[in-house]
């Protein structure tokens, strides 16, 4: 079963353009949610992540915004840059990281 | 220098074949962890291993058994290959599986395709 809800599969945006990518869970025991970033032929590596008790979390031209009542979180990617097209995946974990679970993917691309 | 490594980088195979994929990390950490990602890119985790406790998910198949020499390694053994087994097997690892917030390390996956 799938724990954490990811959307859109797909995203396409010009340079210069916002990318926003949601997630939604439902175990509300989730106290992690870091967000991934896979370019192809590669693994993935962490990009940026955030706890619960905080509600938006910046670094740099990305930001993770998060809202507990709804149990949703969002990568906005500010300024977005051919060199960020790559596949996103959000995540969660509880307590000792056993319920790691990634979100399905979303394949962004930027265009030039 | 690779953090973690994995080899080989491609693996194509017979059905019913037994295969090991191998795992090395250099960044000293506790715990390492195999995942499985499919061909939509569906991410899922297989195990979880530190040098006392092997986690597993209770999804994957007996098949597959994570072998552990030392704090170092961690290689993966699948028995009795089958078709549905064809994906990318992604090792990582990271300081402490009891710390949900330390960042998990992935190597660069391997290829796996069974015939």
């Known amino acids: 079963q799938q724990q954490v809800k990811q959307s859109p599969q797909s995203l396409i945006v010009q340079k210069g353009g916002i990318s926003i990518i949601n997630c939604a869970y439902e175990?509300?025991?989730?106290?992690?949610f870091p967000w991934y970033q896979q370019f192809p032929g590669k693994g993935p590596a962490l990009l940026i992540a955030?706890?619960?008790?905080?509600s938006e979390k910046k670094e740099g031209r990305f930001t993770i915004s998060f809202n507990k009542s709804a149990k949703q979180f969002s990568l906005h990617i500010m300024d977005s840059q051919p060199g960020d097209s790559a596949t996103y995946f959000c995540?969660?974990?509880?307590?000792?990281?056993?319920?790691?679970?990634f979100g399905p993917g979303t394949r962004l691309s930027v265009l030039p | 220098d690779t953090a973690v490594s994995q080899t080989p980088k491609y693996l194509v195979t017979q059905m019913g074949n037994d295969k090991s994929i191998k795992c090395e990390q250099n960044?000293?950490?506790?715990?390492m962890y195999w995942y499985k990602q499919d061909s939509k890119k569906f991410l899922k985790i297989m195990f979880s291993?530190?040098?006392?406790?092997?986690?597993i998910n209770e999804t994957v198949p007996n098949r597959f058994s994570p072998k552990s020499p030392d704090k170092a390694h961690l290689n993966l053994h699948i028995n009795s290959l089958e078709l549905g087994d064809s994906a990318v097997y992604f090792c990582?690892?990271?300081?402490?599986?009891?710390?949900?917030?330390?960042?998990?390390?992935f190597g660069p996956g391997t290829r796996l395709t069974v015939l």
């Open positions: 990582a690892s990271s300081q402490d599986r009891r710390n949900p917030y330390n960042e998990q390390f």
């Open positions: 175990n509300t025991a989730f106290d992690y």
């Open positions: 955030i706890r619960p008790d905080v």
């Open positions: 995540a969660a974990s509880v307590n000792y990281g056993q319920n790691f679970v």
């Open positions: 960044l000293g950490h506790d715990t």
């Open positions: 291993y530190n040098n006392k406790e092997l986690i």
